[in-house]
């Protein structure tokens, strides 16, 4: 099994930042892509960025796009997602996600369907006031 366990969010003010902080355990990864989703209240789980575990590549929803930046210390078994000019609707829980499917991997298809990820994090709150 793969355990995976979100941290670093918060309570800020619009235009901050945040780096939050996903660390995986209980297997070696290689070959899979791992994301990033968020979901508000009332909202469905949306896609937020992803990318591959160790032969690099990243993909951003266009919400994400030029504020964010998704990245890994492979040797430390994390990944990181950098959060800039917070806004008041980036306020959401914040899971990161592993997608293990090998063929998405070796063509660097990103998915952005949380059905296509097999492991969750529990989430972390990020709340953005304005």
């Known amino acids: 099994q793969v355990q995976l366990v979100e941290s670093g969010g918060g309570l800020v003010q619009a235009g901050d930042s945040l780096r939050l902080s996903c660390a995986a355990s209980?297997?070696?990864?290689?070959?899979?892509?791992m994301g990033w989703f968020r979901q508000a209240p009332g909202k469905e789980r949306e896609f937020v960025a992803a990318?591959?575990?160790?032969?690099?590549?990243?993909y951003y929803a266009n919400s994400a796009k030029g504020r964010f930046t998704i990245s890994t210390d492979n040797a430390q078994n994390t990944m990181y997602l950098q959060m800039s000019s917070l806004k008041p609707e980036d306020t959401a829980v914040y899971y990161c996600?592993?997608?293990?499917?090998?063929?998405?991997?070796?063509?660097?298809?990103?998915?952005?369907?949380?059905?296509?990820?097999?492991?969750w994090g529990q989430g972390t709150q990020v709340t953005v006031s304005s």
């Open positions: 996600a592993v997608d293990t499917k090998f063929n998405r991997y070796i063509s660097g298809s990103y998915s952005t369907f949380d059905y296509d990820y097999l492991y």
């Open positions: 209980g297997r070696t990864f290689s070959s899979v892509i």
């Open positions: 990318i591959r575990w160790s032969a690099g590549g990243t």
